[in-house]
């Protein structure tokens, strides 16, 4: 968990994904759409990739466990989640308060 | 005990379709005949000693239905669709769900059909001397009485028979009709798709068939209750009153492809429960929310200048949210080619203990495509609820409308186009032949 954290805040967008997951693929190529530089950290090449894993469940509550994003260090969820606050214009003036985007 | 049937069924085959030709298909004859056969030189009740009580319970009760009352026979036969004289349904049902246990039933059947007739045979050979002391006026054999009363018996018992049998085939007539009227309704409205084997319809995709249907129908109400509303100038509240519950029936289909996502995805995302001019335009097992977007546009006017910000941004974040998953399933399509082709040369049959390996990760591949299925539809619930939240009261009211009915119109045009003349296309053809020179 702690790992997770620490992870998460090394840069203003972070995904855990796995490497075989193309779900992860597809929210990678969203921010890279927007022009946001996200840091993507894929679990299955963390030698603690499982725990890590286990830890991103549990904040999400329900599977699937990849990808996960978090912006500014802070959880924001999965495809779903982040699909959604990007319809609803909220994802946006997230990632300019995080410094991820400057236009 | 098999091949002995077999033998003896030939000889019974003639003996019984001498008396009657038409009632007994010759499947019935030929596996139930044999029992018969078997009985006829020592008449016995008790044709299989041997097999266990349960069965008994079949073959007794059926004896004495045969004697006893045929309606009884006709009543639990029309339960059944298929027609078919009231013993050769028990055989024809029975066959097929108790093997060995319809064989014993009508075993009893035909045995007692062959004490019958053999009586019948037995009184031919009676006849004569009978009558002939009956017209001299000399006294009636007692015994010969009740024989000829058997034969009156039988003969009642033959006619009840064939009269239950021909009322099976007339209600069967009907029933098959009135299902192929329904068949050619259904396919005219565009719900089914013509011709499709049975193997091909999993129950997750038979079950959201069904259910989605359900929906359409209810929706075709909400439409007639919205455009009410609408015309009549209701209050803004009621409205929307209306209007939030068409979007939570637009919540309950995205629920519903959800779990038929998760039951048969394939169904999904080939379009086979839509209609051929929905499918045209399909995009991940369903509509594609920018072009919905697109086309419904100018429909919303007049909106305000915020409202149309609002809108173009929501067409520009739909556009890129859809170019993601797009980029996202080709990555999938692409790594499951590579898994199918497997690790070895696909033209050396050496190679075949990859193959369950290779299968195994594909398929693990293969159920990624729930998820984009799943996130499409995301996409289609949440471009309704956005439409809802920029839009007023009526605005909205005349874009769910819309939507409505663009998609009964996509419908109606399949049903037409399914419908369509042919002699059309043959001209067409040789129009084209005459342009070549």
Known sequence: MDRVMKLASERAVVIFTLSSCCMCHTVARLFCDLGVNALVRELDQDPRGKEMERALLKMLGKGPSVPVVFIGGKLVGGTNRVMSMHLSGELVPMLRNAGALWL | ?437
């Open chain 2, 1 to 437: 005990l098999w091949l002995g049937w077999l033998c003896a069924s030939k000889q019974a085959k003639a003996h019984l379709k001498g008396n009657n030709p038409q009632a007994f298909p010759s499947t019935v004859v030929d596996t139930a005949t044999a029992a018969a056969a078997a009985a006829r030189p020592p008449p016995t009740l008790d044709i299989f000693p041997s097999w266990p009580l349960a069965l008994h319970h079949h073959h007794t009760p059926k004896e004495g239905s045969n004697v006893t009352a045929d309606s009884t026979d006709s009543e639990s036969s029309s339960k059944n669709n298929i027609n078919m004289d009231s013993s050769d349904h028990h055989h024809q049902q029975q066959q097929q769900q108790q093997g060995m246990v319809g064989l014993v039933t009508v075993a009893g059947q035909f045995h007692q059909i062959s004490q019958q007739q053999h009586h019948q045979h037995q009184q031919q050979n009676m006849a004569t001397s009978s009558t002939h002391s009956d017209r001299t006026g000399k006294a009636v054999d007692p015994k010969t009485t009740r024989r000829l009363a058997q034969n009156r018996e039988a003969a009642r018992k033959s006619r009840l028979r064939k009269k239950a049998y021909i009322q099976q085939l007339e209600s069967g007539k009907l029933k098959l009709a009135q299902l192929e009227q329904d068949l050619q309704r259904a396919r005219s409205q565009g719900l089914l798709v013509g011709g499709a084997p049975g193997g091909n319809s999993s129950p997750g995709a038979a079950m959201f068939d069904v259910e989605y249907n359900r929906w359409l129908d209810d929706d075709s109400r909400r439409m007639i209750e919205l455009r009410g509303g609408l015309h009549a100038h209701l209050p803004d509240g009621d409205l929307r009153a209306i209007i939030d519950d068409t979007l939570t029936h637009y919540d309950e289909l995205f629920r519903l492809k959800s779990a038929a996502a998760r039951a048969d995805v394939f169904h999904l995302i080939t379009g086979m429960w839509a209609t051929p001019a929905e499918r045209c335009f399909l995009w991940m097992g369903g509509f594609r929310p920018s072009d919905l977007l697109k086309t419904l546009a100018p429909q919303l006017d007049p909106l305000t200048e915020q409202q149309m910000v609002g809108i173009c941004s929501l067409e520009q974040s739909l556009q890129q949210a859809e170019e993601a998953l797009t980029q996202g399933l080709e990555q999938l399509h692409q790594s499951l080619a590579i898994t199918v082709a497997g690790s070895g040369s696909l033209s050396d049959d050496t190679n075949m203990g990859s193959f369950m390996g290779d299968m195994a990760v594909a398929l693990g591949k293969l159920a990624n495509l729930e998820g984009f299925v799943i996130q499409a539809d995301n996409l289609r619930q949440q471009t309704l609820h956005q439409m809802h939240r920029i839009l007023t009261v009526r605005q909205a009211a005349r874009c769910f409308l819309a939507i409505g009915e663009y998609h009964n119109r996509l419908r109606a045009l399949s049903s037409l186009w399914a419908s369509r003349p042919r002699e059309i296309l043959m001209t067409d053809e040789g129009n084209c032949g005459e342009l070549a020179y």
